[in-house]
T-cell receptor, first 110, second 114 residues
Framework: RKEVEQDPGPFNVPEGATVAFNCTYSNSASQSFFWYRQDCRKEPKLLMSVYSSGNEDGRFTAQLNRASQYISLLIRDSKLSDSATYLCVRGNTGFQKLVFGTGTRLLVSP | DGGITQSPKYLFRKEGQNVTLSCEQNLNHDAMYWYRQDPGQGLRLIYYSQIVNDFQKGDIAEGYSVSREKKESFPLTVTSAQKNPTAFYLC?????????????FGPGTRLTVL
């Protein structure tokens, strides 16, 4: 099993739709989780950290399920500008060595 | 503007040549990292540095070397020993080493071996 596994997509959705991505991880000792966004041929940028209690930032909601070892990202009211690749990232306790998933591509169409 | 800069944006290298990629940050971050990204793969850690004059090998350090003589700078040398160097190279930094410290990325350097 890969350390961090994501469906590569692409997810094709119309503007205004709600879309959700899941990401599974294999190391139960993982302590920190993040979602990064990466536009084509650009650097990754932090979208949000994922807390045990779940967190919400505007149209974006992240959830963590430790029992099943997955995290999720929900995007409501999709915008054209949300089109990007979303990287699931986990970190370990102590030194922040991050493990990146290969990303899920989202395409939002008019 | 505070941030991380990488240069050059594009780099072409002939086989057998060493090349050095620049990474500078003015965020006063202690920790810096180098990753490479290949199509269809996640970012992979090459080297990291937690503090000036100290650095550690990541998962794929073979064929690469780094230095950390200044807090702001963490250059990466891709040597001729690296078998498949064509990739997108990303430098990152974080304020500290905690797993909750956000890593911020530079704009990257695309290296192509001719």
């Amino acid at each position: 099993r890969k350390e961090v596994e994501q469906d590569p997509g692409p997810f094709n959705v119309p503007e205004g739709a709600t879309v959700a991505f899941n990401c599974t991880y294999s190391n139960s000792a993982s302590q920190s989780f993040f979602w990064y966004r990466q536009d084509c041929r650009k650097e990754p940028k932090l979208l949000m950290s994922v807390y045990s209690s779940g967190n919400e930032d505007g149209r974006f909601t992240a959830q963590l399920n430790r029992a099943s070892q997955y995290i999720s990202l929900l995007i409501r009211d999709s915008k054209l500008s949300d089109s990007a690749t979303y990287l699931c990232v986990r970190g370990n306790t102590g030194f922040q060595k991050l493990v990146f998933g290969t990303g899920t591509r989202l395409l939002v169409s008019p | 503007d505070g941030g991380i800069t990488q240069s050059p944006k594009y780099l072409f290298r002939k086989e057998g040549q060493n090349v050095t990629l620049s990474c500078e940050q003015n965020l006063n971050h202690d920790a810096m990292y180098w990753y490479r990204q290949d199509p269809g793969q996640g970012l992979r850690l090459i080297y990291y540095s937690q503090i000036v004059n100290d650095f550690q090998k990541g998962d794929i350090a073979e064929g690469y070397s780094v230095s950390r003589e200044k807090k702001e700078s963490f250059p990466l040398t891709v040597t001729s020993a690296q078998k498949n160097p064509t990739a997108f190279y990303l430098c990152a930094s974080s304020i500290g080493q905690s797993s909750t410290d956000t890593q911020y990325f530079g704009p990257g350097t695309r290296l192509t071996v001719l």
